[in-house]
Nanobody, 121 residues
């Protein structure tokens, strides 16, 4: 079993900052990419930030400049620093990990449930 547990969501005014954390636990053999996805009601899940095991990062164009994704490979953790947030940053932010568990020879995606982030005046 694998669990991804996030923390750090909440409400913030436009221009504010939040830091999300995610910890992956369970019978994990190896983690490849990790990411943060955002779910907005009525829209498909979108990947807003990705980080490879070597630290290469990618960001969604609409939020680029407002997000910084980092990870701690020794602790199986990934973080998302969000700055100068605008209302379009509102949504549920889920942690995603592409990993291999101890009993399998292939990688697959796992997701956490995600905290709500609300940007509102």
């Amino acid at each position: 079993q694998v669990q991804l547990v996030e923390s750090g969501g909440g409400s913030v005014q436009p221009g504010g900052s939040l830091r999300l954390s995610c910890s992956a636990s369970g019978s994990i053999y190896s983690i490849n990419d990790m990411a943060w996805d955002r779910q907005v009601p009525g829209k498909p899940l979108e990947v807003v930030a990705t980080i490879s095991s070597s630290g290469d990062t990618k960001y969604d164009d609409s939020l680029k400049g407002h997000l910084t994704i980092t990870r701690d490979n020794t602790m199986n953790k990934v973080y998302l620093q969000m700055t100068r947030l605008q209302t379009r940053g509102t949504g549920v932010y889920c942690c995603e990990a592409y990993l291999r568990t101890g009993g399998y020879s292939y990688y697959r995606n796992y997701w956490g449930e995600g905290p709500q982030v609300t940007v509102s005046a």
